[in-house]
């Protein structure tokens, strides 16, 4: 109700001056540039940037997912599932390298390579003119990948074990799920680790009940 305070307002104030009764337009162009742009340039081998120009806006957000559901259901399916995973269990090798001082590092992951078919696209630096840092890489992806692994772990056994006869604290523990839900599937195929941060806390809530 206090939220609706704000919310309500500013949704009235972009309808009578923009027509829409919406709190903001980022969903629907971030839904189109990144997301559905995704799909269709991973689909015709073409840039992002060159499958936000084939979309045709004005149909909407809603129109546009279904035409390139309808069109590509594979390739959509398969993109929306790999941007999940990787926002659970992925790794941003860049924010590794720009801590270890190298700003060359870019890749989403060892599991983007494995799903994609192109381990370079990982982020693990071989091939013509790899430098030393190419096992560091390796090993700093490993290991983010195995913490992800027993986060999840521990945060299964802490769902599905974690019995409380206490109604304040099972109802704390659907609101978790809940919201990590939400904040980890909203991304869809433009997910990456940065998308957990904000789940990040509530994650390691449910694997302290599982450990």
């Known amino acids: 109700l206090t939220g ?3 919310v309500l307002p500013w949704a009235y104030r972009n309808w009578s001056t923009y027509g829409q009764f919406t709190f903001a337009t980022v969903f629907s162009r971030s839904m189109i540039d990144f997301n559905l742009a995704e799909v269709v340039a991973r689909v015709e081998g073409i840039s992002r940037n060159r499958a936000v120009n084939s979309l045709d806006q004005d149909l909407g957000v809603v129109r546009l997912t279904l035409n ?7 390739e959509f399916l398969k993109a929306q599932g790999l ?23 870019t890749g989403l992951g060892l599991l983007s390579g494995a799903f994609w078919g192109s381990l370079d696209e990982g982020g693990l ?4 003119g790899a430098g030393p840092d190419s096992w560091l890489r390796v090993g700093l992806l490993i290991y983010s990948l195995l913490h992800s692994g027993a986060l999840i772990a ?3 056994i802490g769902v599905i074990g974690h019995r409380s006869d206490n109604r304040a604290e099972r109802l704390f523990v659907a609101l978790a799920v809940g919201s990590s839900a939400v904040l980890l599937l909203l991304p869809g195929a433009v997910g990456n680790a940065r998308f957990r941060v904000p789940a990040e806390p509530l994650l390691a809530m449910l694997a302290g009940f599982g450990a």
């Open 83 to 105: 941007g999940v995973v990787r926002s659970l269990v992925g790794t941003d090798i860049g924010t590794w390298g720009n801590v270890l001082g190298d700003d060359s590092w």
């Open 4 to 6: 609706s305070l704000v």
């Open 154 to 156: 521990l945060m299964a």
């Open 68 to 74: 390139v559901l309808q069109s590509y259901p594979a």
């Open 125 to 128: 630096g071989f091939g013509p």
